[in-house]
Structure formats: structure tokens, C-alpha cells
């Protein structure tokens, strides 16, 4: 599912119901569709279905009976159950059969939506696609316990409507988390709107988040609406909060108590219907402690607390990131082939530090795809500073960080490569007569030459003889 469209499988009896739900979620699914109980398990024993939206009476079979046979043939396919005779006792076999949820018809096309979004979205947490980039939650790619760990506690958190702090150093993905919490909340089909407070000035940003009224200050020519009437019924995220200054501390305070605000130049308040998710990479409670950060704001915003970890303290992740970023790079580089690391690279990428986290990382990746001539990314293609402790003047970065038998293969990779440009260099780039003279077949000349990373175009003053008419 991470490649493609997730797929999702409407059942019902009813023509008119099938083919509402199949408009309603066109735009987020593939859909298929079955009239019967005995359709759909056809569809399920052949195809790969991510979310099933099943109605409970049908003439052939009950949606529960579907969902024990979903349970069997599909394990990992989440079920829904939908039923205008919904009882407790109904509900509760639904969820014990493993159903994600159920709806009592008639209902709003808008509130299935939602739920459907959610089951999706959780489809896709299961479902990770070919093993090459497993993402743990939508946008966020890990294997690491710490990181299986935090979306655990981030799909509790985003089921519950509670005002979310992320906490993490720079570059470590707290956006990314806070897209997750919302697209994996009840909220996800409304908009998430986020804003940088570090980013704005501060004489700008109370109007950017509040609104204004028609001349409140000089060029208010109309009323504006801010961010948090914008992100109405949806989630509003407030990135480097820690930046804010203390007056805008006071006001965000009492919109949060509230649930309303008031616009720069008017006396009324408005209520809005708001999820904030707010984050910084200071440490707010000692700003708390020295006064620069009010008290009873921290604990406003400090009711659903996530901690995001550094990409030290998740080094399992480096390499599987490494490969994802590497991958991303060869789509945008098209033309150039590119196979993957050295195990001296990945040991050194393995053991930096990481300050920037994850951001830092992936500058790093594209760097190297950038300047490396190989379609293997060494060592030596890496910034300096991944390399803490070598590179001094004369030495070659890449040896203290190899075995013995790593640094002779290098060596003897170095010398082909070398030899290669010589041969080709001495003979006008002409691929014939450099295979000749080195005693090599011309297939394996130029087998040589794509190990190498070695193009002998750019030898060649001429096409080579047999390119002439």
C-alpha cells in the first residue's frame, strides 16, 4: 500500500448504497464493490483488499458470517460493519469477531467518510508494502522498537481529541508526527494547517493566528480570518511554540480555555472547533522555571506529551533511512544509476551522531548522490563531518574506518579505476582498441567499466569505429 491506492471493498445487498459509498470515496481509494455476501469472499480469496464496508442483513449471508471469513482468508484486512438494526449485543460480537468499527445506518456520508479514512490509514500501518520502506505511521519510516513504540502511543492519542505536545530536538520528524496524529484522528478529513512561530515575525504572528478586523492596523483593509478560524474542525499546528513570546503566551492560553478567539481590532470572541498540536525542540519546562515560558500555558499544552527520540538513540534506523533517501534521490537524478552503500559508509553513518537527526541525514544522502562517481556510494562521498576524527591532510578518510580486507579491495579498486581511465585516455576513449590492449574481451571491458563508474565518453574525441557510416 505505500507504492499505491489502498483498496477498499463495499458490500451490500443494495445497489443505491454501493454505488453512494463508491462516489464518496473515489478520490481516496480503489474501490470494488459486491452485491452479496458469496461476491465478496470471492473477491477476498483473489484479491489483496485493504478495508471491507460490509452490510450486516444480506439474503445469502450476514456481515458477520463475512467477517469470521475475511477473519480467515484476510487477517490483516480491516472490517467494518454497517447495519440499520444495530443492537449492543450486535456491536459487541462485531468487535470480538476483530471488526475495526461499525455504523448504524441511516448515516452521514461525511462521518463514514471519516471512519474509513481512519481504517485506511490503519490498513497502511499493517501494511508496509515490499519491506523496503515500513512506515510505522503514514510519513514516518522506522523498524526501531523505540520508534514501534512511539506509534503505539501516537494512534492512542490521535483516537482521543486531546491537545498534543511533541518534544524533540531539530530535524527529528515532529511535523511529520503531528500529520500522522491528525490524518489518524476523527478530524482527518478536515484541514491541518500548520505554522512555524520561530518563522514569523512576532508582531505578525498574533494576527496570522487570531485574524483581524478591517482596519485594526495600517493595510487591514478587509477582515481576515486567522489560522485557527481557518483550521476549523480541523488541527491547527503550532511548530517552535517554545519561541513565542509572552504576551501571544497569554492569549493562546485563553483560547485554548475558551475555545475561542478574538481577532486583532475587535472586542467579541468567536468560537472555534480546533485540535491544536503544538511542538518545540527547547525544554519547556525549565523556561517554565526561569519564567520565560507561562506556567499554566505548559499546562495547557501538556496533556497528551509525545516524546520524540533522537536518531541516536535509534541507530537501527539509519541505514534503512539511508536506503529510503537514496532511492527518493534516483528518481530526481534520472540517468544516474545508483546501487547502494559501502558497508564503510554505512559503518560510518552508523556511528555519527546524527545533530541535525533525520534532516541531517538525508542532506547527507543527497550530498553523496551528488558527488559520488560510482553507482556505489563510498565513504569518501560523505560530508566531512560524518566523519568526526579523520580526513587530516594526505590521509584517506575511508581506511581507519575499514578491515584489512575492506582496504585491499578498495585498493584494488582504485587501481582498476585508474587503469581504466589510462587505457581509455590513451586510446581516444575507443572502447575497441582499449579491451584489445588490456587482453579483455570488449563485453567484459565494459562490464569493467559499469563496476567502476567509469565512462569512456568522456575519453572520446569521435564515435568509436564501428559507430561510423
Same mark, same amino acid.
Given at each position: 500500500?505505500?507504492?499505491?491506492?489502498?483498496?477498499?471493498?463495499?458490500?451490500?445487498?443494495?445497489?443505491?448504497?454501493?454505488?453512494?459509498?463508491?462516489?464518496?470515496?473515489?478520490?481516496?481509494?480503489?474501490?470494488?464493490?459486491?452485491?452479496?455476501?458469496?461476491?465478496?469472499?470471492?473477491?477476498?480469496?483473489?484479491?489483496?483488499?485493504?478495508?471491507?464496508?460490509?452490510?450486516?442483513?444480506?439474503?445469502?449471508?450476514?456481515?458477520?458470517?463475512?467477517?469470521?471469513?475475511?477473519?480467515?482468508?484476510?487477517?490483516?484486512?480491516?472490517?467494518?460493519?454497517?447495519?440499520?438494526?444495530?443492537?449492543?449485543?450486535?456491536?459487541?460480537?462485531?468487535?470480538?469477531?476483530?471488526?475495526?468499527?461499525?455504523?448504524?445506518?441511516?448515516?452521514?456520508?461525511?462521518?463514514?467518510?471519516?471512519?474509513?479514512?481512519?481504517?485506511?490509514?490503519?490498513?497502511?500501518?499493517?501494511?508496509?508494502?515490499?519491506?523496503?520502506?515500513?512506515?510505522?505511521?503514514?510519513?514516518?519510516?522506522?523498524?526501531?522498537?523505540?520508534?514501534?513504540?512511539?506509534?503505539?502511543?501516537?494512534?492512542?492519542?490521535?483516537?482521543?481529541?486531546?491537545?498534543?505536545?511533541?518534544?524533540?530536538?531539530?530535524?527529528?520528524?515532529?511535523?511529520?508526527?503531528?500529520?500522522?496524529?491528525?490524518?489518524?484522528?476523527?478530524?482527518?478529513?478536515?484541514?491541518?494547517?500548520?505554522?512555524?512561530?520561530?518563522?514569523?515575525?512576532?508582531?505578525?504572528?498574533?494576527?496570522?493566528?487570531?485574524?483581524?478586523?478591517?482596519?485594526?492596523?495600517?493595510?487591514?483593509?478587509?477582515?481576515?480570518?486567522?489560522?485557527?478560524?481557518?483550521?476549523?474542525?480541523?488541527?491547527?499546528?503550532?511548530?517552535?511554540?517554545?519561541?513565542?513570546?509572552?504576551?501571544?503566551?497569554?492569549?493562546?492560553?485563553?483560547?485554548?480555555?475558551?475555545?475561542?478567539?478574538?481577532?486583532?481590532?475587535?472586542?467579541?470572541?468567536?468560537?472555534?472547533?480546533?485540535?491544536?498540536?503544538?511542538?518545540?525542540?527547547?525544554?519547556?519546562?525549565?523556561?517554565?522555571?526561569?519564567?520565560?515560558?507561562?506556567?499554566?500555558?505548559?499546562?495547557?499544552?501538556?496533556?497528551?506529551?509525545?516524546?520524540? &527520540? /533522537? #536518531?541516536?538513540?535509534? =541507530?537501527?534506523?539509519?541505514?534503512?533511512?539511508?536506503?529510503?533517501? !537514496? $532511492?527518493?534521490?534516483? @528518481? %530526481?537524478?534520472?540517468?544516474?544509476?545508483?546501487?547502494?552503500?559501502?558497508? &564503510? /559508509? #554505512?559503518?560510518?553513518? =552508523?556511528?555519527?551522531?546524527?545533530?541535525?537527526?533525520?534532516?541531517? !541525514? $538525508?542532506?547527507?544522502? @543527497? %550530498?553523496?548522490?551528488?558527488?559520488?562517481?560510482?553507482?556505489?556510494?563510498?565513504?569518501?562521498?560523505?560530508?566531512?563531518?560524518?566523519?568526526?576524527?579523520?580526513?587530516?591532510?594526505?590521509?584517506?578518510?575511508?581506511?581507519?574506518?575499514?578491515?584489512?580486507?575492506?582496504?585491499?579491495?578498495?585498493?584494488?579498486?582504485?587501481?582498476?579505476?585508474?587503469?581504466?581511465?589510462?587505457?581509455?585516455?590513451?586510446?581516444?576513449?575507443?572502447?575497441?582498441?582499449?579491451?584489445?590492449?588490456?587482453?579483455?574481451?570488449?563485453?567484459?571491458?565494459?562490464?569493467?567499466?559499469?563496476?567502476?563508474?567509469?565512462?569512456?565518453?568522456?575519453?572520446?574525441?569521435?564515435?568509436?569505429?564501428?559507430?561510423?557510416?
Amino acid at each position: 500500500m505505500a507504492n499505491s491506492r489502498p483498496t477498499l471493498l463495499v458490500v451490500d445487498d443494495k445497489r443505491n448504497m454501493v454505488r453512494l459509498m463508491a462516489k464518496v470515496m473515489k478520490k481516496d481509494a480503489l474501490v470494488r464493490t459486491a452485491e452479496s455476501g458469496g461476491d465478496a469472499l470471492r473477491i477476498l480469496a483473489s484479491e489483496e483488499i485493504d478495508v471491507v464496508l460490509c452490510d450486516l442483513k444480506m439474503p445469502d449471508m450476514d456481515g458477520l458470517d463475512v467477517l469470521r471469513a475475511c477473519r480467515r482468508l484476510r487477517p490483516q484486512t480491516e472490517f467494518i460493519l454497517m447495519t440499520a438494526h444495530a443492537t449492543v449485543g450486535t456491536a459487541v460480537e462485531a468487535l470480538k469477531l476483530g471488526a475495526y468499527d461499525y455504523l448504524t445506518k441511516p448515516f452521514e456520508p461525511d462521518a463514514a467518510r471519516a471512519v474509513l479514512l481512519r481504517a485506511l490509514a490503519r490498513a497502511e500501518l499493517s501494511h508496509p508494502g515490499a519491506g523496503e520502506d515500513p512506515e510505522v505511521l503514514p510519513g514516518v519510516i522506522a523498524r526501531s522498537r523505540i520508534m514501534q513504540e512511539l506509534a503505539d502511543l501516537v494512534k492512542r492519542v490521535a483516537d482521543s481529541d486531546a491537545t498534543t505536545l511533541l518534544l524533540g530536538e531539530t530535524g527529528t520528524g515532529k511535523e511529520r508526527v503531528a500529520r500522522a496524529v491528525h490524518q489518524l484522528s476523527p478530524r482527518a478529513t478536515k484541514r491541518f494547517i500548520a505554522i512555524n512561530c520561530a518563522a514569523v515575525p512576532a508582531e505578525l504572528l498574533e494576527s496570522e493566528l487570531f485574524g483581524y478586523a478591517k482596519g485594526a492596523f495600517t493595510g487591514a483593509s478587509t477582515d481576515r480570518k486567522g489560522l485557527f478560524e481557518e483550521a476549523e474542525g480541523g488541527s491547527l499546528f503550532l511548530d517552535e511554540v517554545g519561541d513565542m513570546r509572552p504576551s501571544l503566551q497569554a492569549k493562546l492560553t485563553r483560547a485554548l480555555e475558551e475555545r475561542a478567539v478574538r481577532r486583532v481590532g475587535e472586542a467579541k470572541e468567536r468560537p472555534v472547533n480546533v485540535r491544536l498540536i503544538a511542538a518545540t525542540h527547547r525544554d519547556l519546562e525549565g523556561m517554565v522555571k526561569d519564567g520565560t515560558f507561562r506556567e499554566d500555558l505548559w499546562y495547557r499544552l501538556n496533556v497528551a506529551l509525545i516524546r520524540i &527520540p /533522537a #536518531l541516536r538513540d535509534r =541507530r537501527e534506523d539509519v541505514e534503512l533511512l539511508a536506503h529510503h533517501f !537514496l $532511492r527518493l534521490q534516483a @528518481e %530526481r537524478l534520472r540517468g544516474r544509476k545508483l546501487e547502494g552503500f559501502s558497508e &564503510p /559508509a #554505512l559503518e560510518a553513518m =552508523r556511528s555519527f551522531d546524527w545533530p541535525g537527526n533525520v534532516r541531517q !541525514l $538525508r542532506s547527507a544522502v @543527497e %550530498r553523496a548522490c551528488v558527488v559520488s562517481r560510482n553507482p556505489e556510494i563510498d565513504v569518501v562521498d560523505l560530508p566531512p563531518e560524518v566523519l568526526p576524527g579523520h580526513g587530516a591532510p594526505g590521509e584517506d578518510p575511508a581506511l581507519p574506518l575499514c578491515t584489512w580486507a575492506q582496504a585491499l579491495e578498495r585498493g584494488r579498486s582504485d587501481v582498476a579505476r585508474r587503469y581504466l581511465e589510462a587505457v581509455l585516455r590513451r586510446f581516444d576513449g575507443q572502447v575497441a582498441e582499449a579491451a584489445s590492449h588490456a587482453g579483455v574481451e570488449r563485453e567484459s571491458f565494459y562490464r569493467l567499466l559499469r563496476k567502476h563508474g567509469v565512462d569512456a565518453t568522456e575519453f572520446r574525441s569521435g564515435p568509436e569505429p564501428h559507430e561510423k557510416k
